[in-house]
């Protein structure tokens, strides 16, 4: 079955520590994005790659890291600058460039104490 | 810069109809967008609508687009307890698709 997978579903980690949420798509598509979701403020744009070894910052990308080597997939690292880093992350692609309609990731819930 | 805003919560009664609401500001939007968030999930696309459309049904979803006053709304007829999610009006900008805030919609039994 075609479909984003992420992973793990839950991520627990202590402040000052780097973590990277993974992100796998087998739809073929070339756009992919990362998005963070916080209670009452929707989705909040973090990186987007519109092709392979390419992509730019969204709306809140500091203390954010990202690379696109393959196709596939679309790493994202929290570092220890993000302020606040514990929220639920979505992933989402979609086919192209001004291709709007995206598919989403499960999305993973990062907790850090 | 765009915005896009909704009500943050609506509940409803089984079996009545849900209108949920979305008002944004960029015009030059060629598609708009609903997406339904379950609890726990990722989001899924429900439906769309082109720019040029009043209004597109599908199933129980109707879908109205008041181009004009920048209103976009989603009525959910029949509403059953399975439609309690968290749902996502978004429209075009650049590359990618900017969301509201969501709308929480409880349906009582």
């Known amino acids: 079955d075609g479909g984003i997978t992420q992973s793990p579903k839950y991520l627990f980690r202590k402040e000052g520590q780097n973590v990277t949420l993974s992100c796998e798509q087998n739809?073929?598509?070339?756009?992919m994005y990362w998005y963070r979701q916080d209670p009452g403020q929707g989705l909040r744009l973090i990186y987007y790659s519109q092709i392979v070894n390419d992509f730019q910052k969204g709306d809140i990308a500091e203390g954010y890291s990202v690379s696109r080597e393959k196709k596939e997939s679309f790493p994202l690292t929290v570092t220890s600058a993000q302020k606040n880093p514990t929220a639920f992350y979505l992933c989402?692609?979609?086919?192209?460039?001004?291709?709007?309609?995206?598919?989403f990731g499960p999305g993973t819930r990062l907790t850090v104490t | 810069g765009e915005d896009v805003e909704q009500s943050l919560f609506l509940s409803v009664r089984e079996g009545d109809s849900s209108v949920i609401n979305c008002t944004y500001t960029?015009?030059?939007?060629?598609?708009l967008y609903w997406y339904k968030q379950e609890p726990g999930a990722g989001l899924q696309l429900l439906t769309y609508i082109f720019s040029n459309m009043d209004m597109k049904q599908d199933q129980r979803l109707t879908v109205l687009l008041n181009k004009k006053d920048k209103h976009l709304s989603l009525r959910i007829a029949d509403t059953q307890t399975g439609d309690s999610a968290i749902y996502f009006c978004?429209?075009?900008?650049?590359?990618?698709?900017?969301f509201g805030t969501g709308t929480r919609l409880t349906v009582i039994p």
């Open positions: 978004a429209v075009p900008r650049a590359n990618n698709l900017f």
């Open positions: 960029d015009s030059s939007s060629t598609y």
């Open positions: 989402a692609s979609s086919m192209g460039q001004l291709a709007y309609e995206q598919y």
């Open positions: 739809l073929n598509h070339d756009a």
